[in-house]
């Protein structure tokens, strides 16, 4: 199986931004998306966005659209979600996750259960 680590996590000012790293490693061939998520104290975890593997086709969450963007570098098995214009409302710890199935260009793939591998998590918290 996959594991993913998480890294880029931290304390930022409201309107700062965070690039959060997600690298998978071990058996990575049959990944066919990646996505983040988070989780706010006494909340449910909440998907963010998705990439697919193969084509780079992307996802949001409306919360995040136009100020978060989800990326790939597929030879380095990573994954990176750029967050700008942040907000308070946005700390969290934020999840990185794998799929193993195949997903169209259509599907939201924006369900906890839809996904095979998780990271342990980083906490991105925004002042303000």
């Known amino acids: 199986q996959a594991q993913l680590v998480e890294s880029g996590g931290g304390l930022v000012q409201a309107g700062g931004s965070l690039r959060l790293s997600c690298a998978a490693s071990g058996r990575t061939f049959n990944i066919y998306g990646m996505g983040w998520f988070r989780q706010a104290p006494g909340k449910e975890r909440a998907f963010v966005a998705r990439?697919?593997?193969?084509?780079?086709?992307?996802y949001y969450a409306d919360s995040v659209k136009g100020r978060f963007t989800i990326s790939r570098d597929n030879a380095k098995n990573t994954v990176y979600l750029q967050m700008n214009s942040l907000k308070a409302e946005d700390t969290a710890v934020y999840y990185c996750?794998?799929?193993?199935?195949?997903?169209?260009?259509?599907?939201?793939?924006?369900?906890?259960?839809?996904?095979?591998?998780w990271g342990q998590g980083t906490q991105v918290t925004v002042s303000s």
């Open positions: 990439i697919k593997r193969s084509n780079g086709n992307t």
């Open positions: 996750a794998a799929r193993n199935t195949y997903f169209s260009d259509t599907y939201y793939a924006s369900r906890e259960n839809e996904y095979d591998y």
